[in-house]
């Protein structure tokens, strides 16, 4: 492992350029800020900080207020030629903000504009919004934007944008690529580009998509315009065992494809990770698990609750009532079941999220949990985010293996690999909405051949000096992880 | 000098952060430095002495207001143990002082509470005037603390509580001691913060009165809580002012009626009020509807402001009484004012001091009243 020394390491020059542009408390080198960035939420990061004085941090930390202080920062790095990483709520879990190099960490927290367009059912906001507090704003005109990711409370909703990221409500409000209607985004070169509020375009291809899960490779997304939608009248849920992952996945899938019921929350956990839940309420012993989420009118609930229930049914399904689905909705920000593993000396825990069309998921689901199997202690798995044609796969995986942190990072990276090949030769994707980062980015060149080859070219056609991030997404350098 | 912190020190070093969404510094400030689980990954380091216990340090770690929000939003709070990171901040500020190092601000703070025991100056005349609005009526026991904050930002809501209380036949002693040091504990003086609760606390014993009565809710937490945990009992029953307030004037159910034979002593006054629910430390309490249940009866028509975290006070309570400044009030009352404007009120009603003062100052000072001012405004009948 590289290590980093806290003294001041960076280029004079290009902080004092960033000086005169920038309010005088606008830039930091002070090492209490640049500490601060320096991580996100994934457990090797945590290794790095129980293994003593963190490895990798910024060389310095600014805050710009407008869309055109991003523009002159970025145009001062690009001609200096000094790397840029843009920090939101710091909540990602794939290694998407590490300052493997030092250079400049963009805090984007105070970029804060608000524009409701109620006629027009979007909101323009900010890159710099907290996302919970966006939805309490719009709840108070009585909006919901319908997004709620478990990392809501502190992730950004441009956060949002560079993961392609989703909510846990996703199958009603959709992924945040549904809800995304416009973006205003920094290029690495500091040109300032919008893209049209219009509902659909037929005008050649659609650039939101270049920035949507690019992860500040090609730019500094610096506002999003959204869908909102009226807040829902009624929330309800049902919950069913099945005796087999099988037989709820054939449930899941006719209600979905079926397209008679529009369900909210889909959750299906496999007899595995079911265990706990069964066991607390004394259901079926050995059974998988189905949460169901219902909103909208209190009549258009009750509709789709019948459908739904009539398509468990024949499916072999039992019905179990509302209770463990509302200790979900009310426990579902909570992460300390796998921190509790990723603070012991040799633990690490984390979920992994793929997907995979209807006719490849249980075959990904078996090759992945065989191929971690070996080297993982606890292994959850279940399928949260579901659609027409497939369905995604979340693998909560704990490693407790070895005497000290570093064999704590081997254990979980060798879990990553074998996990993601297995994921990859059973034809799935890699990842579903934490996005790539540094973490994923060996499999890149798996996952879209000469696509992979495309994105690199269209890197360095907007970032010739790579200095966007270049590590993510592998599209512009090596990282120096396992 | 730290070790039982070890556990919070691991748990907030890799959280998710989710509690900034609670945080009112962050609200307001906006950078990582201030997020809670940040400041205490700060404390690891300085513990295990990777960087130097400095002025910077010392800076991010005022940047907390000890409200305690960030436990109500920690994600171990779902299973029912939340963190607390406010001690730990609290006891770093203690040893960075103890070490020498102090910022401007701690110096000032330092010298106020050498000269005068609290963070806010010279407040003795105004004490003077509050207690010249005490005329009449019979003691019955009951000893009314008003604090050195509220007489220094907001010293018309005691005035009128006074009057209220004598209107009801009450005409409460009123203490001379003045603060709690809670406040003076939070910035890191323990010794000094301990030296003065103790002083209030015999100074409270010593007079012959059964029942105390509290006008701020920080300094009812701090005498019904903070005092049990450093040992100091208070041998009277401690009540917060809008307790008191509604357990006299009103029937306490769902639809805030007023006791019936109060009905006749209330006018309901015509118009449009809207209630600022400032008192983050009433809802640490769990005590924030008492005031919807005092206002709601008076008036035709009844909104609220938005719950803003901003209003929990980004500097205080450890740092605003220095930073008091008329820029500061300026950005909170504008901020007010915006949402305030849209609903075209005829009255505010706010049951924080800041925001009070801010919105007397640059909004409208007709307009806004304390809790105790509304009620006051409403009874009209004089002398029964």
Sequence with gaps: MKTKVYENNYNELVIEEMRKILPQDAVSTKIVDRLAVCHGAFNVEYKWIQAGKYPYIPDVVVWPETTEQVSEILKIANKNKTVVIPYGGGSGSVMGSVFFNGGICLDTKKLTKFILNAKGMSVTVGAGWNISQLEDELNRFGYTMGHFPQSMNSATIAGSVATSAIGTFSTKYGKFDDMLIALEVVLPTGEILFTKDAPKASTGINLNYLFLGSEGSYGICTEVTAKIWHQPEARKFSVYTFKTTHDGFEAVRKMVSLGQATLAVVRLYDEYESVFTIDAYKFEEGYALLYLGFEGRKDQVDLEMKISDEICLAEGGIYKGDQAAKQWERDRLDTSYGLGTTHLPNGAAESLEISASWDKLEDVWLAMRNAIAPYAQIIHVHFSHMYHTGGNLYCIIHTIRGKDSEDAEKNFLKCVKKSLDACVKAGGSISHHHGVGTLKSKWMFDEHNNGFEIMKKIKRAIDPNNIMNPPVLGLGGEANVG | ?384
């Design chain 2, 1 to 384: 000098m730290l070790d039982k912190y070890k556990d919070l020190m691991e748990d907030c070093s890799m959280c998710n952060d989710q509690c900034v969404y609670g945080c009112p510094v962050f609200t307001i400030n906006r950078t990582t430095t201030v997020y809670p689980g940040r400041k205490v990954y700060l404390a690891r380091c300085i513990i295990k002495n990777e960087i130097e216990l400095d002025e910077n340090v010392q800076d991010v770690l005022y940047q907390c207001c000890s409200c305690g929000l960030c436990k109500t939003f920690c994600l171990y709070g779902i299973k029912g143990k939340p963190r607390d990171p406010v001690p730990l901040i609290q006891k770093i500020r203690h040893e960075i002082i103890k070490k020498g190092i102090k910022t401007d601000f701690v110096t000032e703070a330092e010298l106020r509470i050498k000269e005068f025991g609290n963070l806010y100056g010279d407040v003795s005349n105004i004490l003077e005037e509050v207690k010249a609005t005490n005329k009449s009526g019979k003691n019955g026991g009951i000893l009314y603390l008003v604090d050195a904050e509220m007489l220094a930002i907001s010293p018309e809501a005691p005035k009128a509580a006074i009057q209220l209380m004598n209107k009801k036949n009450i005409k409460p002693i009123i203490s001379d001691m003045l603060e709690t040091g809670y406040d003076i504990k939070a910035i890191g003086f323990f010794e000094e913060a301990v030296s003065i609760a103790k002083n209030t606390a015999d100074y409270l014993n010593n007079l012959s009165v059964s029942k105390l009565i509290v006008s701020s809710p920080k300094a009812f937490y701090a005498l019904t809580e903070w005092y049990k945990e450093i040992n100091i009992k208070i041998n009277k029953e401690v009540i917060l002012e809008t307790d008191f307030f509604r357990n006299l004037l009103i029937v306490h159910h769902n639809e805030y009626k007023l006791r019936p034979s109060d009905i006749q002593n209330f006018i309901k006054n015509e118009g449009l009020v809207v209630y600022h629910d400032g008192s983050f430390m009433a809802r640490y309490l769990k005590n924030f509807d008492t005031p919807r249940m005092l206002i709601k009866p008076l008036f035709t028509r009844y909104e609220e402001l938005r719950t803003s975290r901003e209003e929990a006070r980004p500097l205080a309570p450890a740092v605003y009484p220095l930073g008091l400044s008329d820029d500061y009030l300026e950005k909170l009352a504008n901020n007010r004012i915006v949402d305030i404007m849209e609903l075209k009120p005829d009255y505010v009603i706010t049951s924080d001091s800041l925001s009070y003062a801010a919105l007397k100052k640059y909004w409208d000072k007709d307009k806004v009243l304390s809790i105790p001012e509304a009620l006051l405004m409403s009874f009209v009948d004089m002398e029964k």
